[in-house]
């Protein structure tokens, strides 16, 4: 960039801070690459890009906080798969808010060599739309621009951050507490399932690949005890359902009577075991 460039064709090109702009391009050996981090980009990135007409860039903007959006959904299930510990609404909370400022950090220290490209594209004058290749700055459409584009995809990013990536739950039985919501996914279960005495009743569902129809609904309930042998806690048939799902009360926790320990749980139709869980009871 010579001084010639600078007077006659960039400095109209860019309009306000042009001073700033330029101080960056010529400080830098590669301005295209790398000039500089820009704050107003890193702070207010959809308001910067809005302001200087790069509205291209406005639009991938929000197509990497919604991408961020939808990768932050797999990783309570990721995380399940892998056995790790976590916190199912810290740990996506977490990763947004670092997928968030990426975003905004990529625009910080790439806006000022964006934008540079974005004038020498405009110097050239080489079929340039005048919508998304605009010259100048413009407050109005940064405030106007901006607000509109966040209420826009603030929806849709929404639903894609509050939405987890939670499989159906195969065949089998599952042990649920009244404190928590009937299992809808693999995420809603735990793969050993552990309970506090006195906290909540303790609920089963179970499901089936084919409904249970006329046949005959049993469950067994068993404690295991010190030796090793077992004692039956309730054996129970049913006739009355029909679907491929139930659910039902299993055993009060909140019972004073209800020991503590190992427990084991099976489910049989038409006197055929068909699935079988194992949980814990304990004081604390």
Known sequence: MNQEDVNTGYIPLIDNNHSYYLEQWQKHKNPERYSGLNWGALLLTPFWLSYRHLYDWLMLYFLMQLTVAVIVSFIPFILSCLGLEHNPSLVPWFAGVIGFWSANAFFGLKGNALYYKRIQLLSQKHNVSPLFYRSGASLKSGILTGILSLLL????????????????????????????????????????????????????????????????????????????????????????????????????????????????????????????????????
Do not use: C
């Open 153 to 284: 995809f603030s929806p849709i990013y929404a639903m894609a951050e509050q939405w987890t990536f939670n499989p159906s739950l195969d065949p089998g039985v599952y042990v649920f507490s009244d404190n928590s919501r009937v299992p809808a996914g693999q995420l809603d279960v735990e793969e050993r399932p552990h309970f506090i005495k006195y906290e909540a009743r303790i609920n089963l569902l179970f499901i089936h690949d084919q409904p249970v129809g006329d046949r005959d609904f049993r469950l067994l309930l068993e404690r295991e005890l010190d030796d090793g042998e077992k004692e039956m806690i309730r054996d129970r048939t049913f006739n009355i359902f029909s679907s491929d799902t139930v659910t039902l009360d299993l055993l009060d926790s909140e019972d004073p009577l209800t020991d503590t320990g190992t427990y084991h749980l099976a489910i049989y139709l038409d006197e055929e075991q068909t699935a079988t869980e194992s949980f814990t009871i304990s004081l604390r």
